[in-house]
């Protein structure tokens, strides 16, 4: 067989590392006399890592994420309060198996977005199904959905991912629908999957986001809190420390 039938056999197998590398791999087994069991593994080692690195490009893709954190560049020096061996230990992932959740709670400007990227981020690398979004656009979304019959589906996109992030909750007030709207999502989750909350409100002052309904928001804290750890983060904004320091 010709070498360029021999590429495009490759790639109609849909083994790209093959038809990229077999040339080169050949001249090197050559030249090092491997056995032909080696030169195989070598060529089927190679396009398994192309395909894990282009299922998590995929999975990172899906999750929406607003850009790309890690906790290894979080500021700890910049919080007043924060439990630093709770965060490293939530970065295990051990929540997940679980259908745990994680609430980061704490004034603005603290990290506590910068923390839910990377617990997601960290996820999607772990090969665990995420989507990253804020309370304002679940309630959009579902809004938008029933408006025009798509509401089941709508909800079964935010439902399907083992790892559901909801950023700032609490930030911008919402009616009735969207009060109700976010309870559907975060009691159809539990015990289904795992969700992580962003979020400047005190568990206290919640009735408030969710348009001052005491007994809704207390169904939702039960069936939130019942697998879930709770990360205080205390102290003036990060985004205030040029003109502390000034």
């Not at 981020?121 to 772990?126: D, F, I, Y």
Request: charge should be positive; include cysteine; hydrophobic fraction near 45%.
């Amino acid at each position: 067989m010709e070498r360029s039938e021999l590429c495009a056999s490759f790639k109609r197998l849909q083994l790209p590392f093959f038809a990229d590398h077999h040339a080169t791999l050949l001249a090197q087994a050559g030249r090092e006399s491997w056995s032909h069991g080696r030169l195989l593994e070598t060529l089927v080692a190679g396009e398994v890592e192309r395909r894990n690195v282009a299922l998590i490009q995929r999975r990172v893709k899906s999750a929406r994420l607003p850009g790309i954190k890690t906790l290894d560049a979080f500021d700890w020096s910049w919080p007043k309060r924060i439990n630093r061996a709770q965060v490293q230990h939530l970065f295990r992932l051990d929540f997940l198996p679980a259908h745990g959740n994680v609430i980061l709670l704490g004034g603005v400007g603290l990290g506590k977005t910068h923390l839910a990227i990377a617990l997601a981020h960290t996820a999607c690398l772990q090969g665990t199904t995420t989507l990253f979004t804020s309370a304002v656009d679940i309630v959009n979304a579902l809004a938008a959905a029933q408006a025009t019959g798509g509401m089941q589906r709508e909800m079964a996109r935010l439902l399907k991912p083992s790892l559901l992030v909801v950023d700032e909750l609490g930030y911008l007030p919402i009616d009735k629908f969207g009060a109700d709207a976010l309870f559907q999502v975060i009691s159809q989750r539990y015990e289904r999957g795992s969700t992580v909350i962003t979020t400047n409100r005190a568990f206290k002052n919640w009735p408030e986001i969710f348009n001052n309904d005491s007994s809704l928001t207390s169904a939702l804290l039960d069936r939130l809190l019942h697998h879930a750890e709770t990360v205080v983060i205390e102290g003036p904004s990060y985004r205030m420390r040029d003109q502390s320091e000034s």
